[in-house]
């Protein structure tokens, strides 16, 4: 079980109201990191337009990402990559009955603001879009509704967490249809897990220390998930998921759900897919229920992919430093 | 007595929470039984009790139909199963449901508990809350309700018990082997719920 503790002290985000005769509490860590818990074993599918949001409540998505254009075209169209029409977020919000996130730009705290005002259920702060600041990530305690963060390493994931992700992606390589670099991730992951599990079982402190400098976050922080281990928060794989069988293979990996950004809406057999991944993430134990979902969609019509090594712009780079 | 097997329908949600929260329960109880994830009829058809967890109802609705989960689920509901279902598992057991923005739905339903439902009654995530409850009618008097984009029940049916109401809008309910709540108690670390559960699903194989 992943704990749901870890509130920051005096979090601005965190809002006590009275209504009637009863005082509640909004934006605490067990909301945010709760709503999570409830896309776990789900798909989130990336869309940019009603109809693509239709489609995805229809296929079995467990809540739709609201971008501008899809990660394979923010990488054709060049230029600076931003949050999405707040008019589009709207109407999408009123056309589904599931959870509707968006993403907005590293660091850009105003972008987040907006997205909050608008009343999106998550927001992601996404290397997709071009970051606003290098330096900086979004101090995301500031904030009722819960962030997720893309990562690529457990120390990574572990500052974002710090600054109140309630949710963490693998980053893969967004819009790229080839799952490599997201299985590279959760691979990483996974590994530096199991040592400082190891470490944590050990019972030297010393060395959980280093640990926590080497990846510049608390010890309180490195000490839970060592002990847990496995990351304090759900943790979903994202970048370049095309098929039934990616979704599946990510979830063997250990990942609790599915992002799928171009993979759906740039193949040419959308509506299948969509169903058919839900399909291999749903029942992802059993081969033979994967193979079913895997006929359901025809290789001839998945998006021709992309040579990661051959990329001009690596999106997972960014804002791997801060 | 023999060991009490009691199912989490693990298609999609906060399920391991809910295993945790009944492993406890039953360990408190002393009471000698299993807790499994459960998928497919046929290890439906096994069951003792069964836990429909927190999660998006169309989504679990619309994939226990199509492996045939749902139909089973139903059949061993109405030949007398005990049910524990939570905010989305609250309008799978339900006869109606609409959605505060979107209206009336046709996702897959139980269509068993007398009830109707709001989806997202209290609104989107960010009014997410935490806050006290009350649940007088089973001796649990101090609750905190967790409602994450939760539903609400606007209207019941004869044979419904109100449990717990929350500013006038009722968020717990029991109808039989059925109980219901909008909030999740899987994830606090009050297991007085689950226990509870756990007792009816007692008293109910005694019965047989």
Known sequence: MIPLSG??????????????????????????????????NGVVMDVTTVEQAQIAEDAGAVSVMVLDKLPSDVRKAGGVARTASVRVIQEIMDAVTIPVMAKCRIGHVYEARVLEETDVDMIDESEVLTPADENHHIWKWDFTTPFVNGSRSLAEALRRIEEGAAMIRTKGE????????????????????????????????????????????????????????????????????????????????????????????????????????VLATTFWEDPDKVKEAQKMIDERQSMLGLDVKELELRMQDRGSTA | ????????????????????????????????????????????????????????????????????????????IESGMPVFGICAGLILLSKKVKDR????????????????VERNSFGRQRDSFEAEVSLEPVNISKFNGVFIRAPSI??????????????????????????????????????????????????????Q
Not at chain 1, 10 to 39: D, F, P
């Open chain 1, 174 to 277: 967004p819009g790229t249809g080839n799952v490599a670099e997201a299985v590279l991730h959760i691979k990483k992951f996974n590994d530096e897990l199991r040592i400082i599990k190891s470490i944590y079982d050990s019972g030297d402190n010393q060395d959980l220390v280093k640990m926590a400098r080497e990846f510049r976050v608390s010890y309180d922080l490195v000490n839970e998930t060592a002990r847990v281990g496995r990351l304090p928060v759900v943790n979903f794989a994202a970048g370049g998921i095309s098929t039934p069988a990616d979704a599946a293979y990510l979830m063997l990996l250990g990942c609790d759900g599915i992002f799928v950004g171009s993979g759906i809406f740039k193949a040419e057999d959308a509506k299948e897919r969509a169903h058919a991944i």
């Open chain 2, 1 to 76: 007595m023999s060991e009490i097997n009691i199912g989490v329908l693990s298609i999609q949600g906060d399920v391991a929470e809910n295993v945790a929260s009944t492993e406890a329960a039953l360990k408190e109880l002393g009471i000698n039984g299993k807790v499994t994830q459960v998928k497919t009829p046929e290890q439906i058809s096994k069951l003792d009790g069964l836990i429909i967890p927190g999660g998006e109802s169309t989504v679990i609705g619309h994939l226990s139909l199509v492996n045939g989960s749902l139909k089973k689920i139903k059949e061993k």
């Open chain 1, 7 to 40: 509130d920051l002290p005096k979090a601005k985000g965190i809002v006590n109201e009275k209504i009637e005769s009863n005082v509640i509490t909004r934006g605490t860590s067990t909301l945010k990191r709760g709503l999570a818990h409830m896309l776990k």
């Open chain 2, 154 to 207: 606007t209207e019941v049916g004869n044979d419904v018990e109100v449990i717990s109401k929350f500013n006038e809008k009722i968020v717990a309910v029991k109808q039989g082997n059925i109980l219901a709540t909008a909030f999740h108690p899987e994830l606090t670390s009050d297991i007085s719920l689950h226990k509870y559960f756990v007792k009816i699903l007692q008293q109910s194989l005694k019965d």
């Open chain 2, 101 to 116: 923005v979107v209206g009336e739905t046709d996702q897959p339903l139980l269509d068993l508990l007398d009830v109707k």
